[in-house]
């Protein structure tokens, strides 16, 4: 199927920034409606931003400080990480979703998802 690969994680301190890249390569997917989801210790996987068609939807928790963006070119999605609290410290997934209209009555639930990048840790100390 292809594979999508995440980098630009990392540590920064509190008030700091981060850049999250994914690519998908080496597959058949269809790019056009993809997620970034994060997952702490001990919780579940939540829906942090996502973006469909012109669209761009966010958490409440990271409204005004996080920016999705893409490249279809390149096949790749950003995440403009600003602002970061220790509380956004987690690992963070792309993944891919079927382009549908069930698709946007929900883009944040994971269950719309059946492709998954490996993860990249953010940890942001205070």
């Known amino acids: 199927q292809g594979q999508l690969v995440e980098s630009g994680g990392g540590s920064v301190q509190a008030g700091g920034s981060l850049r999250l890249s994914c690519v998908a390569s080496?597959?058949?997917?269809?790019?056009?409606?993809m997620g970034w989801f994060r997952q702490a210790p001990g919780k579940e996987r939540e829906g942090v931003a996502a973006?469909?068609?012109?669209?761009?939807y966010y958490a409440d928790s990271v409204k005004g400080r996080f920016t999705i963006s893409r490249d279809k070119s390149k096949s790749t999605v950003y995440l403009q990480m600003n602002s970061l609290k220790p509380e956004d410290t987690a690992m963070y997934y792309c993944?891919?979703?079927?382009?549908?209209?069930?698709?946007?009555?929900?883009?944040?639930?994971?269950?719309?998802?059946?492709?998954w990048g490996q993860g990249s840790q953010v940890t942001v100390s205070s």
């Open positions: 080496g597959g058949t997917y269809n790019t056009n409606c």
């Open positions: 973006i469909g068609g012109s669209s761009a």
């Open positions: 993944a891919v979703a079927v382009c549908g209209g069930g698709w946007f009555t929900d883009p944040l639930s994971r269950r719309k998802y059946p492709y």
